[in-house]
């Protein structure tokens, strides 16, 4: 079977939109929140806007995920915000990885509190961690975040290595100032861990236009590089995500690129989103999203909800339009977890 067919889904309907596309991943926003200040996410840290619904609860998360997991749905990532400020984060991934169908749990997270949990995490069913990083030198980390914790962090990526994840990545946003500077050093990083340092194309959002404009700079010249030092590309499996993965015989880890404004990435797009105030997203770049929460509510609205999800799926859109300098709603990816 391929990887993008769903296992079967227990209600019989699909989750497929009028492109043909099937959606077998929910990234899953846990929180708004973040302890971090990353320049071009959240440069300001975590204001908290009035007026907003609260975030979801872990009974309303469970209830989301069942409805999703009957209609085929079977590999989450949970993400935010920083998703491991939630005091209950185990709690809501043992109860998780429970739910029928679902056979895949990742998580993306700035490493805050990896050294200490990852072990616990590991054993509550997260199988994946991304770890982001965006540079290994410790003056540019704590002026990028607002931290100056890049060795806790490291040391969490060595952590999660240990504790026997499936996989480990790390998230590493293409920034220009970083960009020429920092080779070496994560050259170094991936000679001896088996992990892969995925670069990911920095993405315009509604509030960061300005850096945007400064700070962009293209996936080629990563690729550029990379092949010319002699890394190859690997074949990826059908269904895997959008980054393509480059290997070199000198070293144990992988260097990846993620490049949403190259032509066709949307093409292969198997993913949904849920914000942690409960509206489904059908594109990072899209909409407000469609309110899911009153239906969260009890466990005999479940019928409702799966068909409320059915009948959104046409309107997932081709693609996104950041190439046309249109970012949709969004005003930063905290918000609707990157
Ligand atoms: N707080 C967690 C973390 O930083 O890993 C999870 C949420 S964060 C929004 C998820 C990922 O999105 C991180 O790897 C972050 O670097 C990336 N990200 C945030 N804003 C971005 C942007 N504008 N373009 C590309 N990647 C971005
Ligand atoms: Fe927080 Fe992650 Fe955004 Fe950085 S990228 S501010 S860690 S949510």
Redesign the pocket.
């Known amino acids: 079977m391929a990887l993008f067919d769903p296992p079967g889904s227990l209600q019989g309907e699909r989750l497929e939109d009028g492109f043909g596309r099937r959606f077998s991943y929910l990234r899953l926003s846990l929180t708004d929140r973040?302890n971090?200040r990353?320049t071009?996410?959240l440069p300001n840290g975590f204001v908290k806007q009035q007026g907003l619904p609260s975030e979801l609860s872990s009974e309303e998360i469970y209830r989301a995920v069942a409805a999703f997991a009957r209609l085929g749905l079977w590999k989450l990532r949970l993400?935010?915000?920083?998703?491991t400020v939630r005091h209950d984060f185990t709690e809501i991934t043992r109860k998780l990885s429970e739910i029928e169908g679902i056979r895949r749990i990742a998580m993306?997270?700035?490493?805050y509190r990896l050294v200490q949990r990852a072990s616990e995490w590991r054993e509550a069913g997260v199988d994946a961690v991304?770890?982001?990083i965006?540079t290994l030198d410790p003056k540019a980390f704590a002026s990028l975040t607002g931290h100056d914790r890049l060795a806790d962090v490291v040391a969490g990526v060595d952590a999660a290595l240990e504790a026997g994840f499936d996989t480990v990545k790390v998230?590493?946003?293409l920034l220009r100032d970083l960009e020429r500077s920092g080779w070496d050093d994560i050259l170094r990083f991936v000679e001896t861990r088996n992990l892969s340092w995925r670069f990911?194309?920095?993405?315009?959002?509604n509030d960061?236009t300005a850096f945007?404009e400064q700070q962009a700079t293209p996936g080629e010249i990563v690729r550029d590089r990379l092949l010319a030092a002699g890394w190859e590309p690997q074949s990826r499996e059908i269904g895997a995500g959008p980054a393509v993965d480059y290997a070199h015989p000198a070293y144990r880890g992988r260097i990846g690129l993620i490049a949403?404004y190259s032509p066709g990435f949307c093409e292969s797009c198997n993913r949904l989103r849920l914000s942690s105030r409960g509206r489904l997203h059908l594109c990072l770049f899209g909409t407000e999203g469609l309110d899911l929460r009153e239906l969260l509510q009890r466990d005999d609205q479940q019928e409702e909800l799966i068909a409320r999800i059915v009948a959104a799926m046409p309107g997932k859109s081709r693609g996104h339009r950041l190439n046309e300098g249109d970012s949709g709603a969004t005003p930063?990816?905290?918000s609707i977890?990157?």
């Open positions: 973040c971090f990353c071009y996410c993400t935010g915000g920083e998703p993306t997270t700035n490493g991304n770890v982001s965006d998230n590493s946003v990911i194309e920095f993405m315009r959002t960061n945007h949403p930063h990816l905290a977890g990157g």
